[in-house]
Protein backbone atom coordinates (compact mmCIF):
# COMPACT_ATOMS: atom_id res chain seq x y z
CA UNK A 1 0.00 0.00 0.00
CA UNK A 2 1.48 3.50 -0.87
CA UNK A 3 1.91 6.64 1.53
CA UNK A 4 -1.10 8.50 -0.54
CA UNK A 5 -3.76 5.33 -0.79
CA UNK A 6 -2.68 4.64 3.26
CA UNK A 7 -3.27 8.68 4.07
CA UNK A 8 -6.96 8.12 1.92
CA UNK A 9 -7.86 5.51 3.96
CA UNK A 10 -7.08 7.09 7.17
CA UNK A 11 -8.52 10.10 5.76
CA UNK A 12 -11.75 8.35 5.73
CA UNK A 13 -11.86 6.65 8.71
CA UNK A 14 -11.64 9.78 10.78
CA UNK A 15 -13.72 11.91 8.46
CA UNK A 16 -16.98 11.59 10.56
CA UNK A 17 -15.02 13.96 13.61
CA UNK A 18 -14.35 17.54 13.91
CA UNK A 19 -10.85 18.84 14.08
CA UNK A 20 -9.51 19.53 16.86
CA UNK A 21 -8.50 23.43 17.48
CA UNK A 22 -4.77 22.01 17.93
CA UNK A 23 -5.44 20.42 14.02
CA UNK A 24 -6.69 23.20 12.82
CA UNK A 25 -3.87 25.74 14.64
CA UNK A 26 -1.08 23.61 12.88
CA UNK A 27 -3.15 23.68 9.75
CA UNK A 28 -2.82 27.37 9.41
CA UNK A 29 0.23 27.48 11.13
CA UNK A 30 -0.67 30.03 13.84
CA UNK A 31 2.36 30.95 15.26
CA UNK A 32 3.44 32.19 11.70
CA UNK A 33 1.08 34.83 11.79
CA UNK A 34 3.69 36.74 14.01
CA UNK A 35 5.35 37.18 10.99
CA UNK A 36 2.53 39.10 9.08
CA UNK A 37 1.20 41.51 11.70
CA UNK A 38 4.43 43.70 10.74
CA UNK A 39 4.31 44.57 7.29
CA UNK A 40 0.94 46.53 7.84
CA UNK A 41 2.19 48.34 11.16
CA UNK A 42 5.54 48.80 9.03
CA UNK A 43 3.17 50.08 6.58
CA UNK A 44 1.06 52.24 8.80
CA UNK A 45 4.19 53.89 10.86
CA UNK A 46 5.40 54.90 6.81
CA UNK A 47 2.22 56.32 5.91
CA UNK A 48 1.63 58.27 9.09
CA UNK A 49 5.63 60.08 8.68
CA UNK A 50 5.35 63.38 8.33
CA UNK A 51 1.46 63.68 7.89
CA UNK A 52 -1.50 65.02 10.85
CA UNK A 53 -3.44 61.65 10.13
CA UNK A 54 -4.35 60.30 13.62
CA UNK A 55 -3.84 57.06 14.57
CA UNK A 56 -7.55 55.81 15.22
CA UNK A 57 -8.78 52.16 17.36
CA UNK A 58 -9.99 51.28 13.98
CA UNK A 59 -6.55 50.89 12.23
CA UNK A 60 -5.64 48.36 14.66
CA UNK A 61 -7.80 46.25 12.61
CA UNK A 62 -5.23 46.38 9.68
CA UNK A 63 -2.94 43.81 11.23
CA UNK A 64 -6.11 41.43 12.08
CA UNK A 65 -6.93 41.64 8.33
CA UNK A 66 -2.88 40.97 7.64
CA UNK A 67 -3.15 38.33 9.96
CA UNK A 68 -6.67 36.75 8.34
CA UNK A 69 -5.40 36.75 5.24
CA UNK A 70 -2.22 35.09 6.05
CA UNK A 71 -3.72 32.44 7.54
CA UNK A 72 -6.34 31.05 4.94
CA UNK A 73 -3.43 30.98 2.82
CA UNK A 74 -1.71 28.92 5.06
CA UNK A 75 -4.61 26.56 5.00
CA UNK A 76 -5.49 27.33 1.01
CA UNK A 77 -1.92 25.80 0.82
CA UNK A 78 -2.23 22.48 2.66
CA UNK A 79 -5.63 22.02 0.41
CA UNK A 80 -3.71 22.74 -2.57
CA UNK A 81 -0.92 20.30 -1.92
CA UNK A 82 -2.78 18.13 -0.26
CA UNK A 83 -1.73 15.07 -2.97
CA UNK A 84 1.77 15.99 -2.76
CA UNK A 85 1.71 16.03 1.11
CA UNK A 86 0.42 12.62 1.34
CA UNK A 87 3.82 11.42 0.10
CA UNK A 88 6.10 13.96 0.63
CA UNK A 89 4.76 14.64 4.02
CA UNK A 90 2.16 12.44 5.46
CA UNK A 91 2.33 13.78 8.80
CA UNK A 92 0.57 17.20 7.74
CA UNK A 93 -2.98 17.64 8.99
CA UNK A 94 -4.94 16.75 5.83
CA UNK A 95 -2.86 14.01 4.82
CA UNK A 96 -2.42 12.00 8.27
CA UNK A 97 -6.68 12.62 8.03
CA UNK A 98 -7.05 14.94 11.08
CA UNK A 99 -8.34 17.35 8.94
CA UNK A 100 -10.44 16.95 5.38
CA UNK A 101 -9.73 19.06 2.53
CA UNK A 102 -13.32 20.53 2.46
CA UNK A 103 -12.77 21.63 5.90
CA UNK A 104 -9.02 23.41 5.03
CA UNK A 105 -11.39 24.81 2.35
CA UNK A 106 -13.71 26.34 3.75
CA UNK A 107 -11.46 27.61 6.68
CA UNK A 108 -8.98 29.46 4.32
CA UNK A 109 -12.56 30.74 2.68
CA UNK A 110 -13.82 31.92 6.02
CA UNK A 111 -10.90 33.96 7.22
CA UNK A 112 -10.09 35.49 3.69
CA UNK A 113 -13.35 36.66 3.61
CA UNK A 114 -12.56 37.51 7.63
CA UNK A 115 -9.32 39.42 6.71
CA UNK A 116 -11.38 41.08 3.55
CA UNK A 117 -13.95 42.56 5.80
CA UNK A 118 -11.42 43.80 8.62
CA UNK A 119 -9.66 45.58 5.86
CA UNK A 120 -12.82 47.56 5.24
CA UNK A 121 -13.92 48.22 8.67
CA UNK A 122 -10.26 49.54 9.22
CA UNK A 123 -10.20 51.51 6.14
CA UNK A 124 -13.39 51.55 4.20
CA UNK A 125 -13.26 51.49 0.12
CA UNK A 126 -9.84 52.28 0.29
CA UNK A 127 -8.53 49.28 2.24
CA UNK A 128 -10.61 46.75 0.50
CA UNK A 129 -9.32 47.95 -2.61
CA UNK A 130 -6.16 46.84 -1.60
CA UNK A 131 -7.12 44.05 0.29
CA UNK A 132 -9.34 41.96 -2.55
CA UNK A 133 -6.23 41.95 -4.77
CA UNK A 134 -3.74 40.98 -2.15
CA UNK A 135 -6.98 38.31 -1.49
CA UNK A 136 -6.28 37.30 -4.87
CA UNK A 137 -3.05 37.09 -4.99
CA UNK A 138 -2.80 34.53 -1.87
CA UNK A 139 -5.52 32.35 -3.79
CA UNK A 140 -3.73 32.24 -6.90
CA UNK A 141 -0.29 31.33 -5.50
CA UNK A 142 -1.59 28.49 -3.38
CA UNK A 143 -3.89 27.03 -6.20
CA UNK A 144 -2.16 28.01 -9.06
CA UNK A 145 0.87 29.82 -9.36
CA UNK A 146 2.82 27.65 -6.42
CA UNK A 147 4.61 24.92 -8.67
CA UNK A 148 5.25 27.76 -11.94
CA UNK A 149 7.98 29.71 -12.25
CA UNK A 150 5.62 32.80 -11.60
CA UNK A 151 5.04 31.37 -7.93
CA UNK A 152 7.91 33.84 -6.14
CA UNK A 153 6.49 36.84 -7.66
CA UNK A 154 3.38 35.87 -6.83
CA UNK A 155 4.21 35.15 -3.36
CA UNK A 156 6.22 38.37 -2.88
CA UNK A 157 3.32 40.99 -4.35
CA UNK A 158 1.38 39.54 -1.60
CA UNK A 159 4.18 41.05 0.85
CA UNK A 160 3.97 44.35 -0.78
CA UNK A 161 0.25 44.49 -0.92
CA UNK A 162 0.00 43.50 2.73
CA UNK A 163 2.53 46.63 3.77
CA UNK A 164 0.77 48.77 1.28
CA UNK A 165 -2.86 47.60 3.29
CA UNK A 166 -1.29 48.74 6.19
CA UNK A 167 -0.62 52.54 4.69
CA UNK A 168 -4.19 53.25 3.28
CA UNK A 169 -5.17 55.30 6.46
CA UNK A 170 -2.46 58.06 5.18
CA UNK A 171 0.07 58.65 2.40
CA UNK A 172 0.79 55.42 0.31
CA UNK A 173 3.55 56.53 -1.97
CA UNK A 174 5.01 56.90 1.46
CA UNK A 175 5.37 53.20 2.27
CA UNK A 176 6.84 52.05 -1.51
CA UNK A 177 10.17 51.59 0.24
CA UNK A 178 9.15 49.47 2.41
CA UNK A 179 6.86 47.99 0.77
CA UNK A 180 9.93 46.71 -1.90
CA UNK A 181 11.85 45.83 1.00
CA UNK A 182 9.72 43.17 1.94
CA UNK A 183 8.87 42.21 -1.47
CA UNK A 184 12.46 41.36 -2.24
CA UNK A 185 12.88 39.43 0.80
CA UNK A 186 9.53 37.44 0.35
CA UNK A 187 11.01 36.78 -2.96
CA UNK A 188 14.08 35.35 -1.98
CA UNK A 189 12.80 33.48 1.02
CA UNK A 190 10.23 31.28 -1.55
CA UNK A 191 12.78 30.61 -4.16
CA UNK A 192 15.28 29.49 -1.91
CA UNK A 193 11.65 27.22 -0.10
CA UNK A 194 11.47 25.79 -3.95
CA UNK A 195 14.62 23.53 -2.17
CA UNK A 196 13.16 22.37 1.20
CA UNK A 197 12.41 18.75 -0.32
CA UNK A 198 15.23 17.97 -2.50
CA UNK A 199 17.81 20.94 -2.19
CA UNK A 200 18.49 23.84 -3.61
CA UNK A 201 21.82 25.38 -5.85
CA UNK A 202 24.60 27.44 -4.64
CA UNK A 203 23.84 29.87 -7.30
CA UNK A 204 20.54 30.44 -5.81
CA UNK A 205 21.25 30.60 -2.05
CA UNK A 206 24.08 32.87 -2.70
CA UNK A 207 21.75 35.34 -4.78
CA UNK A 208 19.75 35.55 -2.05
CA UNK A 209 21.81 35.69 -0.06
CA UNK A 210 22.94 38.53 -1.54
CA UNK A 211 20.27 39.97 -1.57
CA UNK A 212 19.63 39.80 2.10
CA UNK A 213 23.32 41.50 2.32
CA UNK A 214 21.18 44.33 0.00
CA UNK A 215 18.08 45.01 1.69
CA UNK A 216 19.81 45.24 4.68
CA UNK A 217 21.95 48.18 3.45
CA UNK A 218 19.22 49.67 1.52
CA UNK A 219 17.18 50.10 4.90
CA UNK A 220 20.08 51.23 7.34
CA UNK A 221 21.69 53.48 4.76
CA UNK A 222 18.69 55.31 3.43
CA UNK A 223 16.77 56.78 6.82
CA UNK A 224 14.90 59.76 5.94
CA UNK A 225 14.46 62.42 8.80
CA UNK A 226 12.97 61.44 11.72
CA UNK A 227 12.71 64.82 13.15
CA UNK A 228 9.67 65.71 10.41
CA UNK A 229 8.55 61.83 10.83
CA UNK A 230 8.23 61.83 14.61
CA UNK A 231 8.83 65.36 16.24
CA UNK A 232 6.19 67.95 16.39
CA UNK A 233 6.49 71.18 14.55
CA UNK A 234 8.42 73.97 16.63
CA UNK A 235 9.91 71.62 18.91
CA UNK A 236 13.78 71.55 17.69
CA UNK A 237 15.30 69.74 20.81
CA UNK A 238 12.29 66.70 20.33
CA UNK A 239 13.65 66.33 17.04
CA UNK A 240 17.53 66.44 17.40
CA UNK A 241 16.58 63.96 20.21
CA UNK A 242 14.42 61.51 17.73
CA UNK A 243 16.28 61.34 14.48
CA UNK A 244 19.48 60.15 16.11
CA UNK A 245 17.15 57.62 18.10
CA UNK A 246 15.79 56.29 15.08
CA UNK A 247 18.50 55.98 12.91
CA UNK A 248 20.12 54.28 15.57
CA UNK A 249 16.94 52.09 15.87
CA UNK A 250 16.85 51.23 12.15
CA UNK A 251 20.75 50.18 11.75
CA UNK A 252 19.89 47.79 14.94
CA UNK A 253 16.82 46.55 13.68
CA UNK A 254 18.33 45.94 10.01
CA UNK A 255 21.68 44.31 11.83
CA UNK A 256 19.41 41.96 13.95
CA UNK A 257 17.50 41.13 10.59
CA UNK A 258 20.63 39.95 8.78
CA UNK A 259 21.68 38.21 11.44
CA UNK A 260 19.00 36.31 11.68
CA UNK A 261 18.61 35.34 8.14
CA UNK A 262 22.44 35.51 6.40
CA UNK A 263 23.74 32.40 8.37
CA UNK A 264 21.54 30.22 7.08
CA UNK A 265 21.38 31.29 3.45
CA UNK A 266 25.18 31.61 3.87
CA UNK A 267 25.30 27.11 5.10
CA UNK A 268 22.92 26.45 1.99
CA UNK A 269 25.05 28.15 -0.68
CA UNK A 270 28.29 26.14 0.84
CA UNK A 271 25.60 22.76 1.10
CA UNK A 272 22.54 23.15 -0.80
CA UNK A 273 21.03 20.14 0.88
CA UNK A 274 16.93 19.84 1.66
CA UNK A 275 17.66 20.73 5.14
CA UNK A 276 19.72 23.96 4.98
CA UNK A 277 17.10 25.26 2.30
CA UNK A 278 14.21 24.13 5.04
CA UNK A 279 16.60 26.02 7.53
CA UNK A 280 16.91 28.95 5.81
CA UNK A 281 13.64 29.36 4.61
CA UNK A 282 12.39 29.18 8.53
CA UNK A 283 15.05 32.19 9.39
CA UNK A 284 13.89 33.78 6.46
CA UNK A 285 9.96 34.00 7.73
CA UNK A 286 11.42 35.09 11.32
CA UNK A 287 13.72 37.69 10.02
CA UNK A 288 10.25 39.07 8.73
CA UNK A 289 9.98 40.38 11.84
CA UNK A 290 13.12 42.79 12.26
CA UNK A 291 13.08 44.12 8.80
CA UNK A 292 9.48 45.56 9.57
CA UNK A 293 10.89 46.84 12.48
CA UNK A 294 13.85 48.45 11.05
CA UNK A 295 11.36 49.62 8.02
CA UNK A 296 9.13 51.17 10.89
CA UNK A 297 12.11 52.45 12.67
CA UNK A 298 13.20 54.69 9.40
CA UNK A 299 9.56 56.26 9.60
CA UNK A 300 10.47 57.51 13.07
CA UNK A 301 8.22 55.29 14.44
CA UNK A 302 10.11 53.59 17.74
CA UNK A 303 6.98 52.57 19.13
CA UNK A 304 6.20 50.05 16.29
CA UNK A 305 9.80 49.43 16.46
CA UNK A 306 9.22 48.52 20.29
CA UNK A 307 6.06 46.35 19.48
CA UNK A 308 7.73 44.37 16.49
CA UNK A 309 10.55 43.79 18.86
CA UNK A 310 8.23 42.45 21.28
CA UNK A 311 6.30 40.04 18.45
CA UNK A 312 10.32 38.78 17.61
CA UNK A 313 10.50 37.94 22.02
CA UNK A 314 6.91 36.03 21.98
CA UNK A 315 7.97 34.40 18.75
CA UNK A 316 10.93 32.84 19.41
CA UNK A 317 9.20 32.01 22.68
CA UNK A 318 6.68 29.85 21.15
CA UNK A 319 9.48 28.33 18.79
CA UNK A 320 11.64 27.02 21.75
CA UNK A 321 8.40 26.02 23.38
CA UNK A 322 7.50 24.34 20.07
CA UNK A 323 11.33 22.47 19.84
CA UNK A 324 10.83 21.56 23.83
CA UNK A 325 7.70 19.75 22.69
CA UNK A 326 9.46 18.21 19.75
CA UNK A 327 7.47 20.10 17.11
CA UNK A 328 9.37 21.16 13.43
CA UNK A 329 9.12 24.53 13.03
CA UNK A 330 6.65 26.11 10.00
CA UNK A 331 7.47 26.07 6.59
CA UNK A 332 5.82 28.57 3.92
CA UNK A 333 5.32 25.68 1.36
Known sequence: ????????????????????????????????????????????????????????????????????????????????????????????????????????????????????????????????????????????????????????FVMAACRGLDVLLGATPGRMRSALPAAAGLTAHTLGVTVLSRGEVHGTTPEVAGVVAAGTVAGAVAVAATVPSAARAAAPVGAPSVARTVAPAARWTTVAAAAAYAAAVLPGQVRAAARPTAANARTATRSGIQAMVPLQAAWAARSGSLGTAAVLAGVAAVGQGLRLLGRARGRAGVSIT
Open 1 to 152: MTPQSASVRQTGRQRAEPPSLADLAELVRAPAALSVVGDTLAGLAAARAGTAVPLRARHLLLPVASACLYLGGMALNDYGDRHVDAVERPERPIPSGRVTPRTALAVGATLTAGGVAAAGLAGGRRAVAVALPLAACVWTYDLVAKDRASGP
